[in-house]
């Protein structure tokens, strides 16, 4: 097969007087990012427990790219939540319920110190949120921004697979007004171009092919050259020891239907979520079952979106199934996978501690109570190549 060595470009100069010139020039290729590539972007994936505590890690040298969780109940002054679950999170002489009111008033608010713990997700607004994460973390790179919430209007919280509002109340209009105020002030705290919109995380119910349509037809009114990159949600992809193909039991349906065939061409990037756990929901040590989640996820760019990277937006071990350098050696083995399947950014799922006990809780780079560094930080600090 012939191989093209270099592209020679040949003006013609003609001018008024009927003489000509001849310039020969080497044409300088463009360049773009590669849809396939064998360079790794490796970061991790951060909600309250790092963003509102950021002293905690001044020590240390933050992912070179970073994702995190932007609470959609935070910009709506007249949610409340049932004070039962909040008298832990925010010191109150309140009765009945919490109102978001106060919390909300950015960018100027600023209640107490970062590092107190009683405060927890609470203290700031959206806006200083993300303003403060970003420009203590930007390193050239885009965050990505994942927006969902865990308490609804009602009052009532959102757990998985629907951490958002239900279509009855996150209706079209109030999606269109927020949307273009989301953009607008992410624009501000981050820098146009410099993040990247992921629609959601892992919202894998019925509700969510309708929002995801309306927050696409929502940016679609944002001037082209002031609106961010789109991902998608986490594909719903089969996951555990059997390797199922296709949609996983949540989402229970084809998933092609997941991301619409209208929607497609808008979205500059394909996500997905991989962890070594079995059908019952536990740890295996296994990096053949994230892989092949991985390689689902793969298939479907090259089917139905090649114009897209591929992003694997949540990915660890958790060290208590056999300690820190077994955590390692697993993540190691799929971030060597992604590097050369092309691959081209992942997010370990979680910088540090999160609050909730859950299966996740020791799926960590660094120990929040400690700032002691696990191993796999070593790979959170650099590009794979």
Excluded at 69 to 96: A, C, N, Q, R, S
Excluded at 268 to 276: G, L, T
Excluded at 351 to 377: D, L, M, Q, W
Aim: charged residues 25%; aromatic residues 14%.
């Amino acid at each position: 097969m012939k191989k093209l060595i270099k592209t020679i470009l040949i003006k013609l100069n003609l001018y008024d007087d009927g003489t000509t010139t001849t310039v020969i020039e080497e044409a300088v290729p463009e360049t773009e990012t590669p849809i396939n590539n064998r360079k790794l972007l490796v970061g991790t994936t951060n909600g309250p427990e790092t963003h509102d505590h950021l002293k905690v890690f001044k020590h240390l040298e933050l992912s070179a790219i970073n994702r995190a969780y932007y609470l959609l109940e935070k910009d709506f002054p007249k949610m409340t939540v049932p004070k039962d679950h909040m008298v832990k999170l925010i010191p109150t002489k309140e009765g009945g319920t919490v109102d978001f009111k106060g919390y909300d008033n950015y960018p100027d608010t600023v209640l107490k110190d970062e590092t107190e713990k009683q405060y927890y997700s609470r203290v700031y607004g959206n806006f200083v949120r993300m303003k403060n994460f970003f420009e203590a973390t930007y390193k050239g790179y885009p965050l990505m921004i994942s927006t969902e919430t865990i308490v609804g209007p009602d009052g009532k919280f959102r757990t998985f697979p629907n951490k958002n509002h239900y279509t009855e109340e996150w209706t079209k209009k109030t999606i269109t007004a927020w949307v273009e105020h989301f953009i607008h002030k992410m624009n501000i705290a981050c820098g146009i171009g410099n993040w990247i919109w992921q629609l959601s995380s892992e919202p894998w119910d019925e509700d969510w092919q309708q929002i995801q349509r309306w927050y696409v037809e929502a940016w679609l009114d944002i001037y082209p050259s002031i609106r961010p990159k789109l991902a998608t949600a986490a594909l719903p992809i089969g996951q555990d020891e059997t390797f199922p193909i296709g949609s996983n039991k949540y989402f229970g349906r084809p998933l092609t239907e997941y991301v619409p065939e209208d929607l497609r061409p808008y979205f500059s990037i394909v996500c997905f979520h991989a962890y070594a756990l079995t059908s019952r929901n536990e740890w295996t040590d296994n990096p053949e079952i994230p892989i092949a989640v991985g390689e689902q996820a793969i298939k479907f760019r090259n089917k139905y979106m090649p114009h897209c990277e591929v992003s694997c937006t949540e990915h660890n071990f958790s060290d208590t199934y056999g300690g820190k350098n077994v955590q390692y050696a697993h993540v190691k083995t799929f971030l060597d996978w992604c590097r050369f399947a092309g691959v081209h950014s992942t997010y370990l799922f979680n910088f540090t501690n999160i609050t909730e006990r859950t299966i996740f809780e020791h799926c960590i780079t660094v120990e929040k109570s400690t700032g002691e560094a696990f191993p796999i930080y070593d790979f959170v600090t650099k590009t794979l190549d």
